[in-house]
């Protein structure tokens, strides 16, 4: 027979146990939900907002940021996709995910003034990270999309970037709590 003061402590660890472990459960969720996924399996358009369109400052490229997500789910998250006056793809990329919970929206996006790059910054969808704002960019000369987050090896921490002629954004960083201008033709990797 147990005796009471043996009955509180198992319970206790069991108590504990519970705890760390629903702690496991919402740290790899989290960690496997930061994923952006370039080829989602299924994308729904969203009764969200109406896409937002985007033209260059010199006329060459439409941007459209669509809303996307599961169908009746209240929350969107977002695809862009870059093309060329004739209609050609120049980029795309889908920040879906599956349960429309772990995907990202577009909250401000922005041409720099020489044409050259996109700039637009991200929201989780499931609220997750909220101190976490990536963004990203696309280059007009690799027609490739990029992450403010690798290529500084930082996290950006406020979706209101600044940006100036001719092709420079400010970003405020969360590691290293400080606020960073730079030049994008400069940032953007090389091939």
Request: overall charge positive; glycine content about 6%; charged content about 20%.
């Amino acid at each position: 027979m147990m005796t009471t003061a043996k009955l509180v402590s198992t319970k206790s660890q069991i108590g504990l146990a519970a705890f760390f472990m629903s702690i496991v459960c919402v740290v790899t969720t989290g960690v496997a939900g930061q994923q952006r996924h370039s080829a989602p399996a299924q994308v729904y358009e969203s009764p969200g907002p109406a896409p937002g369109r985007y033209e260059s400052p010199d006329k060459s490229i439409i941007a459209t940021v669509f809303p996307v997500g599961k169908p009746g789910s209240k929350s969107y998250e977002s695809r862009v996709e870059l093309r060329s006056k004739s209609g050609k793809v120049l980029a795309q990329h889908d920040y879906f995910s599956a349960d429309g919970q772990h995907g990202y929206s577009i909250v401000k996006a922005a041409w720099t003034p020489d044409s050259n790059f996109f700039v637009y910054s991200l929201s989780n969808s499931g609220g997750h990270q909220p101190w976490h704002s990536p963004v990203d960019f696309y280059c007009r000369s690799q027609e490739k999309i990029f992450s403010f987050d690798d290529a500084l090896h930082d996290a950006v921490t406020n979706p209101q970037f600044a940006v100036t002629s001719p092709d420079r954004v400010t970003v405020e960083l969360w590691f290293s709590k400080a606020r960073r201008t730079v030049s994008l033709s400069v940032l953007a990797p090389k091939e």
